[in-house]
């Protein structure tokens, strides 16, 4: 089996390629030009995981809608049920930038903060 990947782990975007005979085996890596080329294709391929932004409503009439982000990467198979809890809460204000939303999503360790502030 062969997947080809880009590499987001810096600007220069090395084109990978990953090789495995078959599910038992590991993924060979090649193309990257650093070692956190390897270390991304390894991770994209067996536990892929995305820093969440999204908003949430709040009942504050200048910002109706609160900007909010997840502490680190969450694994994508919670982001959809994330969403969907998000997109259902409104917040009361005062919120700060930093403070937790949600905490521990999943039991993943990473959590749901304010991504600004907002008093009124």
């Known amino acids: 089996m062969e997947k080809k990947l880009i590499c987001i782990s810096c600007p220069i975007g090395c084109h990978l390629t990953a090789v495995r005979e078959n599910d038992s085996e ?5 193309g990257n030009r650093c070692p956190r080329g390897e ?5 994209e391929l067996t536990d892929p995981r995305r820093v969440v932004t999204a908003t ?3 009942n504050s009439t200048i910002m109706p809608r609160l900007p909010v982000r997840t502490s680190g990467p969450l694994p994508k198979r919670h ?4 969403l969907n ?7 009361e204000i005062p919120v700060k930038r930093g403070e937790i939303l949600l905490a ?13 502030d907002c008093n009124n």
Request: hydrophobic share 45%; charged share 20%; aromatic share 10%.
């Open 79 to 82: 982001i959809d049920a994330l």
């Open 26 to 30: 590991p993924w060979e890596i090649s």
């Open 85 to 91: 809890q998000l997109y259902a809460m409104e917040v």
């Open 56 to 58: 949430v409503r709040s």
């Open 39 to 43: 270390l991304y294709a390894k991770s």
């Open 104 to 116: 521990n999503v999943e039991n993943t360790g990473i959590d749901v903060i304010f991504s600004s």
